[in-house]
């Protein structure tokens, strides 16, 4: 994991890893941040040598300590609800693992239920925590579940080949998914539990965020080696811009004025939502991914580390 200023691209810290760590998630104080070691390279990759979670001080870039999943190997999928509970999504075994209080530094895990699909890659949740949705790679659907009640079955919700990008709206109304090998965007009715509507993509829809001051949905386009953004609400393709490699990840900062576009040639690209322009380049290391906005100043506890 590294570190950078947002203005300049200095980078401003590193931590050493285990191989293939994946996606990570940051508390709301950002105080810590929780990093799922998934092991592999990526979802067509064999292996399950992937079993933890690692926390990591964001103050002071350490590791503090590592919480142990036992057999539920590949941690994919990881999130915080509004309550700073944390859940790991197990891909091996398509399992979401809570942990209601992960401050605590012990081990186990309080909740453990099985999403109801096979090979379950990401999820999104309600603050509450009381709903997920998974994304699951091959029995080709995504599944409505309840984390703190099992005895509750698992709704699966046929969206197209190999869903896996979601973004959950914020009033928690639409979720929104992308099918990487149907090419599609998929918008489901979080009540009803219906697709209302779907809409083609360019090639490999791997990941799809939401632009709520804008009301578009912005789609990476891995294998496509593009982004998109649509109009929400006719599903119009309303720009598409070719990256230098295939693209990897995005984060809005807090305005949504810009996206950062994490890109498979050691790159950061910063992007203005509103022009489509490139205004700022930065390196970082290998493969980089999913990203996390730091508030203002943090950079100045940092200067001189890297």
């Given amino acids: 994991m590294s570190w950078y200023d947002i203005e300049t691209g200095a980078r401003q810290g590193r931590v050493d890893l285990p191989d293939y760590p994946h996606e990570f998630v940051v508390d709301d104080a950002f105080e810590y941040a929780y990093v799922g070691h998934y092991g592999v390279q990526n979802s067509g990759i064999d292996g399950t040598d ?12 350490k590791i ?24 790991v999504l197990s891909e091996s075994t398509a ?9 605590a530094f012990d081990q186990g895990w309080d909740h453990i239920t099985p999403t109801g699909g096979t090979k379950s890659h990401l999820f999104a949740l309600t603050a509450d925590g009381e709903t997920a949705f998974s994304m699951n790679l091959t029995s080709g659907d995504v599944t409505m579940f309840k984390p703190y009640n ?54 490999d829809p791997c990941r799809i965020y939401h632009d709520a001051k ?30 230098p490699a295939n693209p990897l ?47 203002d100043g943090f950079s100045k506890l940092w200067e001189g580390l890297a």
């Fill in 214 to 243: 804008r009301n578009r949905l912005v789609t990476m386009n891995h294998l496509g080696g593009s982004f998109s953004v649509f109009d929400e609400a006719t599903g119009e393709e309303l720009h598409r811009q070719d990256t």
């Fill in 95 to 103: 399992h979401l693992l809570v942990k209601e209080d992960p401050r």
């Fill in 150 to 203: 099992p005895s509750v079955r698992p709704v699966s919700i046929k969206t197209g080949e190999k869903p896996e990008g979601r973004a959950l709206r914020a009033d928690e109304k639409m979720l929104y998914t992308t099918n990487r090998n149907s090419n599609t965007v998929t918008m489901i009715d979080t009540q009803t539990l219906q697709v209302v509507r779907r809409f083609d993509t360019p090639v």
């Fill in 249 to 295: 990840a995005l984060c809005l900062d807090a305005e949504q004025d810009f996206a950062y576009i994490a890109i498979d040639c050691e790159q950061v690209q910063r992007f203005s939502l509103d022009t489509f322009e490139v205004v700022q380049t930065f390196d970082t290391g290998m493969e980089p991914d999913v990203m996390v906005i730091l508030p």
């Fill in 50 to 61: 992937g079993r933890s979670v690692i926390v990591i001080d964001i103050r002071t870039q």
């Fill in 64 to 87: 503090v300590h590592t919480y142990d999943l036992g057999k539920h190997a590949r941690p994919h999928g990881i999130d915080l609800d509004a309550k700073g509970r944390l859940y």
